[in-house]
C-alpha cells in the first residue's frame, strides 16, 4: 500500500449508493470510485458460487482501477462473499469489507424487548448472515427474518409507486411481524430498500423502529480508519467522485440521483 489511493465501494446495482450518499456525508474528504454491476443484477436470488465470483470480479476490478479498500455496500455479496474473498483472495495489502457486521454490531442500541425483524433478499435470508453476526455479539437478542423477493425489482424498474408495490411491502411486513408479537425493531437488510422507506412506514406500526444501513456503515467506517491508521494514512484525500456500471450508463445516471440525492456522471466498464 505504497501510493495514495480511492476508497472502493461496491454493489450489485444502485442501492449501495444510499450506503455511499451517508459515507460521503460523513467523509467528505476522501477520494471514492463506485462501481455498479448492473448488468447481472439481481444479486438476491442468485446461487453462493455466482454470488461469488461476481463479487470477486468486481472487488478486483476496483484493485485494478487502484483501490486498496472496498467496501461491499452490498448485503447479498457480504452475506455471501465477503468471508471467502477476505479469506483465500485477497492481494497484500488490500482491505474488503462489508456492511452486516456494522449493522449487528449496534443493533442493541435499538431494540428494548431484544427482539429484531429482518427485511432482506432471498439470498441474505438463506444465508443466515444476520442472526448469526447477531448471536456472536448479542446472544439475548432475537431475530425473525422475512424474505422480500419482489423489492429489489420493484425499485430497479421505478415501480415504487405502483399497486403492486403497495401490495407487496404491506404482504411482507405483516408475515415478519406475524413471527413475533414483540418486534420493537425492524433492520432494512437491502441497500435498495431506503428508497422505498415513505411505502414502508405506513405499515409499520407505531413504537417500531426501522432502520436504514448508510448511517450505520458510515460511522463504522470511521471507527475503523481511526483504528487502522496504517489503511488511512494510505487513502486518498481529493473529494472527487467516479462511479462505473456494468450496463448502460446513461440508464445508470437517471436512476442513481434517485438513490444518490444528485447528478452523477458514469462510465460503462467490464469485469
Known amino acids: 500500500m505504497d501510493k495514495l489511493s480511492p476508497i472502493g465501494i461496491f454493489d450489485s446495482g444502485y442501492g449501495g449508493l444510499t ?11 476522501y477520494d471514492y ?21 461476481f463479487t470477486k470480479e468486481c472487488v478486483f476490478k476496483l484493485f485494478d482501477l487502484g483501490c ?19 479469506q483465500n483472495d485477497l492481494p497484500p495489502g488490500k482491505k474488503v469489507l462489508g456492511v452486516i457486521r456494522p449493522t449487528t454490531e449496534s443493533i442493541n442500541k435499538y431494540t428494548s424487548s431484544q427482539n429484531i425483524g429482518i427485511l432482506a433478499t432471498q439470498g441474505t435470508v438463506i444465508s443466515e448472515s444476520y ?17 422480500c423477493p419482489f423489492w429489489v425489482p420493484l425499485v430497479e424498474n421505478n415501480e415504487i409507486e405502483s399497486e403492486g408495490a403497495q401490495y407487496f411491502i404491506e404482504k411482507d411486513i405483516m408475515e415478519l411481524l406475524s413471527k413475533s408479537p414483540t418486534i420493537d425493531t425492524i433492520v432494512l437488510a437491502c441497500t435498495h430498500y431506503p428508497i422505498l422507506l415513505p411505502i414502508i412506514n405506513t405499515f409499520i406500526p407505531e413504537g417500531i423502529t426501522v432502520l436504514s444501513q448508510g448511517k450505520l456503515v458510515a460511522e463504522s467506517l470511521i ?14 484525500k481529493n473529494g472527487t467522485l467516479a462511479f462505473y456500471t456494468t ?5 445508470f445516471q437517471e436512476k442513481a440521483r434517485i438513490f444518490f440525492g444528485k447528478e452523477i456522471i458514469a462510465k460503462h466498464i467490464k469485469v
Open 19 to 29: 450506503v455511499f450518499k451517508e459515507i460521503k456525508k460523513l467523509l467528505p474528504q
Open 33 to 53: 470510485i463506485y462501481l455498479g454491476d448492473n448488468a447481472r443484477v439481481p444479486y438476491g436470488t442468485r446461487s453462493f458460487d455466482a454470488v461469488y465470483q
Open 68 to 86: 486498496n479498500l472496498v467496501i461491499l455496500a452490498c448485503n447479498t455479496a457480504s452475506a455471501k462473499a465477503l468471508r471467502s474473498i477476505q
Open 131 to 147: 442472526p448469526i453476526e447477531i448471536a456472536k455479539f448479542h446472544p439475548n437478542i432475537q431475530v425473525f427474518q422475512q424474505a
Open 223 to 236: 471507527d475503523y480508519l481511526k483504528r487502522h491508521i496504517e489503511v488511512e494514512e494510505k487513502c486518498s
Open 247 to 251: 450496463d448502460n450508463p446513461t440508464d
